[in-house]
Structures are given as C-alpha cells and as structure tokens.
C-alpha cells in the first residue's frame, strides 16, 4: 500500500490513524471540513484538504492511485446534534457521496466507521419512548444497510467497521470513558443507570491497529467486523473499576439513573472473525489504557 484518502481525519480516531499511515511510510490524503485546530505535524507524506464530503470532492483531490478510502466523517456524535435526524440523514448521503468517489477514483477498497450503539435498533420494538440519542446509533444502522447495498450495486468494495465504545489519550469526546474521568478526576459524581448490560472498551491504539490491518491486508474478507477488545464485561463491572482506579470509588453512581431499556448481549461483542483475519491486534490491557490516559487527562488539564 502506497496511497490512501481519509475523510474525518482531523477527529479523534482519523488523526490517530492518519499518524499510523504515515508512521509507516504511506501516503495520506486527509480530509476534513476544519483544520484550524489539529494535531497533526507537516509531514512530505502528508496532503491536507479542508472541504465537505461530495460531490465536488474528487476534484480537490491530488492525482494518483488510492489503494484505499477511510470513511469517518461523521456530524452529531456528541450533543444536541446526536438527536437531529436532519444531520444524521446528512451523514449518510455524505456516506453514499464517499462511495461515489471511491468508484469515480478506481478505489479498490472503502473502510466505513461504524459503532456498536447500531445495536439500539434491536430494542426499538420494545421501547415505547427512547431518549434523542438513540438517533445516532440508528442513522449509523441505516448508514450501513443502504452503503452495503449502494457499493455492491456500484462495484466498491467496502468493509464496514462497528467499532466498539474507544477510550484513550486524546479522546474528548464525552463518551463512557471520557465522560467518567473527566468528572472524578475533578471530584464530582458519575451517575449511570443500572449498567447491568454487557460492554466492551477498546483503548484507541488497538482500534487502530485493527483498522489499519483491515486495509493493508488481503485476508479481510468479510464486510463487516466487530472491532473491540475481545473481552467484554458487564458495565458495571467495567465503571467499578474504573474508579478504583482512580482511587475515587465512591463517586461510581450506578443505578442513579433510570434504565432506557437498551438490551446489550455478550454475541455483539464477538471478535472471532476479527481475530482470524487480521490476527492479535489488542495490546493494551484495560488496566494500563486507563492508568495512561488519566496521566493524559492530570497533564492536559494542569493537575
């Protein structure tokens, strides 16, 4: 692999794979719709364009062969954007627009961030209201649906990638992780529900790794993995330990707030497949992932 386009590669997990292309040794186009702020170096390796996903995309691109397209430009993950389904429709015609760059461009392969929140859509017939969030992970279901069926109608291949709940230094995003250490490591409470589902965490090195293999390998054969740990545990499980070790138990509050009916199995977390394909891509054990990036999180934050 010489050559690759990654779209979204100014967030948290696209700048982390752009610096592990570079690092070795391939070329990366990265696209997103701001750099203003970034924490990627100047690199000979590196070609930076700051536009929108469509249509009039593939003519800001340099020329060249582009062994493959990463796919994670994605508005809404956070906020009250997470709930619009205006923005989150928007996603997946961005997502559709990236395919047709990939076929316009001879792209041999697209790679498209999922996440395992998709899952909600299986509680959906049993809840009779959901929270505005539950949006995200439905739009990312339906994303996924209609780009299987769109690039196998136009001839791309594309994998998609459901990644798992991603922690790690560098990571704001106020998810599960992010969002419990950033408020014990400042004294205050983390309240949950009953968290009595199964989870998976995977620390952001590891996603990358597997992500990266999924597009230099050949053995990638599927077109859809699971990318976690390969061990997941209840949640409470997971939070318990977190604050123990920060040292701060007492501010897990589990069961503080009211269960939103969302069902989690032990079978969504599977990583066999994963495992066959790309071989051991976990290194990190949930222990030190967490010890760094409260480190990370001291440093940045003058503590």
Known sequence: MKKVLITGANGFIGSSLVKKFIANGIEVVAV?????????????????????????????????????????????????????????????????????????????????????????????????????????????????????????????????????????????????????????????????????????????????EAAYRLGVSGNAMQDMYFIGSGSPRFLHEYLNHIGQLVGSPELIKIGFRDYDGIRYDFSMFDTTSLHRDIGDYVSTPFDDGIRKTIDWIKRTDGQ
């Open 32 to 208: 997103d719709v701001d750099f203003r702020t970034t924490n990627l170096r100047p690199s000979s390796q590196l070609t930076i364009i700051e536009s929108s996903v469509d249509a009039s995309l593939s003519h800001l691109l340099p020329p060249g062969v582009y062994d493959a397209c990463y796919h994670f430009a994605w508005r809404g993950i956070n906020g009250k954007e997470k709930e619009n389904p205006m923005i989150q429709l928007d996603n997946i015609q961005m997502a559709m627009a990236c395919a047709d760059i990939c076929r316009q461009l001879n792209i041999s392969k697209m790679l498209c961030a999922g996440t395992v929140a998709e899952n909600v859509v299986y509680s959906l017939p049993h809840l009779d209201s959901v929270n505005g969030g539950m949006m995200y992970g439905t739009a990312k279901h339906a994303c996924h649906l209609m780009l299987e069926t769109y690039c196998k109608h136009i001839g791309v291949s594309c994998v998609w990638m459901q990644f798992s709940n991603i922690y790690g230094i560098g990571n704001r995003t106020g998810n599960l992780v992010s969002y419990t250490l950033e408020n014990i490591l400042k004294g205050k409470d983390a309240t949950f529900g009953p968290a009595q589902q199964p989870y998976d965490f995977i620390y952001i090195d590891d996603l990358i």
